[in-house]
């Protein structure tokens, strides 16, 4: 009976290996048929507007804490604006043309500015506070501020001083969309404010990590990773590059005048061209197409008409005298970008886009989804 049982046991463990062998191979054939995007671009490129483009097409609705953590997000971002936009009024000189009301109001900014720099210190300072727990402190305490400097933030942002320094905003590296932030400040400082997709959208968060979500879209499963663009992000990157089956890589056309927050001599488009060279040319991507988002179109027509791009020293080649021409020159930049030059015409799909602009995302998207359909078959036939 004993030799009985320990053949029994036996069989047992047989049928439950196969089972496991089987639910393994289901598993990766799941695996296998899946499309694997990965998201790159130098830090607010607005690849991150992109991913949650998706999330918003394509994913389930965001929850109350996601929309509560998007309003303190919302709020920071204001505050964010105010304190480059104040620095710049006083570095440009320009305090000299704010009027008597102008000047309590930007008095009451700046002296709350320098209370929370003064406490920034302090707590960068206690060894015994994690970062990341002095970067939720202060984000929740810049949305405080935003609610209760909302009256002085408004009389700053309608006046001719505002207006003025508005025009040398790339100077101190502002994100253009926040200032649909301050058109809205009353709905934003209301204690029941909920931020509306158009708000998520347009929201600034450094990405610190690297983020996925996985949609079904039209019955195939994708799964879209979202990495900081930031230069300490991007050793994150590396281990997301095997079996990719696309890159969209998002390049912001309007910061042909900007530099990098992180490296203040470096300009922004010549980084980013820099970083989709090492992209376009890495062994990991010899077979994936890769999709070049051009994006901020808007506000880079809108910056054609005020500062030319052949007055920035890494672009006083360009020649041309038209927003086409200028498309077609930074169009060409990126191609430059292969070591190959057959690889332009094999693997790169450009597109201009706006990330805030939902329906032109979805109109690209549509011809992405058949781009990377076809290129996967081509990939397939080649073995």
């Known amino acids: ?48 507007t992109v991913f949650k483009q998706f999330r918003l097409m394509y994913g389930a609705p965001r929850s109350s804490d996601d929309l509560k953590m998007y309003a303190q997000v919302v709020r920071h971002n204001v505050k964010i604006l105010v304190k480059k936009m104040i620095a710049l009024v006083e570095r440009s000189e320009l305090k000299s043309t704010f009027d008597a009301v102008e000047i309590v109001a930007s008095k009451k900014i700046l002296e709350s500015l320098k209370s929370r720099s003064i406490q920034q210190q302090k707590d960068r300072a206690d060894a015994s506070i994690h970062p990341s727990q002095i970067a939720a402190k202060h984000m929740f305490m810049d949305a405080e501020e935003c609610v209760s400097l909302k009256e002085e933030i408004k009389i700053f942002y309608n006046s001719k001083t505002w207006t003025v320094a508005w025009l040398k905003r790339s100077e101190v590296n502002i994100v253009d969309g926040h200032e649909m932030f301050l058109q809205n400040l009353d709905i934003i400082s209301a204690p029941d404010y909920i931020p509306t997709n158009e708000h998520i959208l347009n929201a600034r ?24 663009g930031q230069r300490s992000e ?24 900007q530099m990098l927050a992180e490296a203040t001599k470096v300009n922004r488009m010549k ?9 376009a040319n890495h062994h990991a991507f010899n077979n994936s197409p890769i999709l070049l988002f051009l994006n901020k179109k808007d506000l880079f027509l809108q910056k054609l008409l005020i500062v030319s ?75």
């Open 1 to 48: 009976m004993g030799a009985c049982s320990s053949s029994n046991e036996d069989l047992e463990k047989v049928k439950r290996n196969k089972e496991i062998e089987n639910e393994m191979m289901k598993s990766q054939l799941i695996e296998d048929k899946k499309i694997k995007i990965l998201l790159l671009g130098a830090g607010e490129s607005g690849k991150s």
């Open 205 to 228: 968060l450094r990405t610190t990590s690297v983020l996925k979500e996985e949609y079904i879209i039209d019955g195939v499963t994708f799964e879209v990773y979202d990495a900081g």
């Open 234 to 257: 991007r050793k994150k990157w590396m281990q997301n590059f095997a079996d990719v089956d696309a890159v969209i890589y998002v390049a912001a056309l309007s910061e042909y005048d």
């Open 271 to 279: 980084e980013a061209l820099n970083l989709f060279g090492s992209i």
């Open 309 to 383: 791009i052949q007055d920035q020293k890494d672009f006083a080649d360009y020649s041309g005298s038209s927003s086409d021409d200028a498309l077609v020159y930074f169009i060409q930049k990126f191609r430059e970008c292969f070591i190959n030059a057959d690889d332009p015409d094999k693997r790169l799909f450009v597109h201009t886009t706006v990330a805030t602009d939902t329906k032109n995302i979805e109109f690209v998207w549509d011809s992405c989804k058949s781009i990377i359909g076809e290129q996967n078959l081509i990939s397939s036939n080649m073995f």
